[in-house]
């Protein structure tokens, strides 16, 4: 009876401290090791505050249920001097969780310094993904309601088409244990949906909870061989769920497609409207540097008359007159004729 009460004590201050843990997803095989002082007089082993399963004292016997009696397996090695049990566990199940504590005894007593315990986390996969068809999205596209039980791991539900993911309309909401969430989906083929964990590697090949528009004239199959017809109405399809997806992503949420190609023309407007505005000022620049062009060219010219007027006595209109105010006129009136007897005389000094 005192041991029973110095156990049960044990076993509360014991879980006033953080296990070692391990995860692992279920169906996979446990190996937990307990090491303890070779010296000791007895070992036990049990999961969480159930009575323990192994005794050393027992040999290699193990009290357990039916459902873990040929899962379970314990091995008491000693090696160079090192003693440990090795605890291997297969297809590990929900019931397998728990903390599995070692105690060491020596001469009766628990070596409470030795105690040794090991957190076994075992996460399992979500249930099947049920879903059922909701209301009409558009006149292409319909809401999909599903639910799933979520388990142990968080995730996701996801549809396929021909192939290709589905857009949600929701996120994942998890309520208790109960995942809920909305996709929309074509309502020209047949959708395979599921539930996916975040950590799970799952391919769309095993998407097959639930299958929505299933009719004599399509195979059941999420996973369809690509060929060149499919292969090209895919990509009509990648572009149709694109826009569907920007429109469920817009600020307007949430959207049919059409006020998808709303957006598309009003990006389309801009455009045109830039490269107006382009030209325009394009246009504005080129008469600017015309104007700027003549005016020079203006000013030029009656630099050239004024230094005519100033240099020569006589006007030209007494050019037929005078021969020598003729000519003076004539000079000035040329602007390339400055140019020439500068250059004349650049000549003769050259010379």
């Known amino acids: 009876m005192a041991e029973i009460v110095i156990l049960i004590t044990l076993l509360i201050f014991a879980h006033m401290y953080v296990s070692r843990g391990i995860s692992l997803m279920q169906g996979q095989e446990a190996n937990l090791i307990f090491p303890y002082p070779c010296d000791s007089t007895k070992v036990t082993l049990q999961q969480s505050n159930r009575l323990p399963f192994y005794r050393s004292t027992d040999g290699s016997s193990l009290s357990l249920p039916d459902s873990q009696a040929q899962r379970f397996e314990v091995k008491n090695v000693i090696n160079n001097g090192s003693c440990s049990l090795d605890l291997t566990i297969k297809d590990l199940v929900r019931d397998d969780e728990g903390t ?62 021909n192939g290709l993911l589905m857009p949600k309309l929701t996120d994942p909401a998890l309520t208790g244990s109960l995942l ?25 090949c095993e998407c097959d909870d639930t299958v929505l528009f299933q009719d004599g004239n399509h195979r059941k199959d999420p996973c369809p061989t690509i060929t060149t017809q499919m292969s090209t109405e895919s990509m009509y399809q990648k572009a149709d769920n694109l826009m569907i997806t920007t429109s469920l992503n817009s600020k307007d949420y949430p959207l049919s497609s059409t006020n998808a190609m709303k957006i598309t023309r009003n990006e389309v407007n801009a455009i045109l409207i830039y490269s107006f505005v382009c030209m325009i000022s394009v246009c504005i620049y080129s008469i600017v540097i015309v104007i700027i062009k003549y005016t020079y060219y203006k000013l030029v010219q009656n630099h050239t008359n004024s230094n005519v007027a100033s240099e020569c006595p006589s006007t030209i209109m007494t050019i037929v007159d005078n021969d020598n105010d003729g000519e003076c006129a004539m000079e000035k009136l040329n602007p390339n004729r400055e140019f020439e007897d500068v250059y004349g005389k650049l000549k003769t000094v050259d010379v």
Not at 112 to 132: Q, T
């Open 100 to 161: 599995y504590i070692l105690f060491v005894y020596k001469d009766g007593e628990i070596l409470s310094d030795h105690i040794h315990r090991i957190y076994l986390k075992v996460n399992y996969p979500p249930d099947k993904a049920f879903c059922v068809v909701g209301e009409d999205y558009d006149r292409r596209w319909v809401a999909v309601d599903c639910t799933a039980n979520a388990g142990s791991l968080t995730g996701k539900v996801e549809c396929f088409q």
């Open 180 to 204: 809920k969430q909305t996709i929309i989906i074509r309502k020209s083929q047949p959708a395979f949906c599921c539930y996916f964990a975040l950590n799970v590697n799952k391919s769309r």
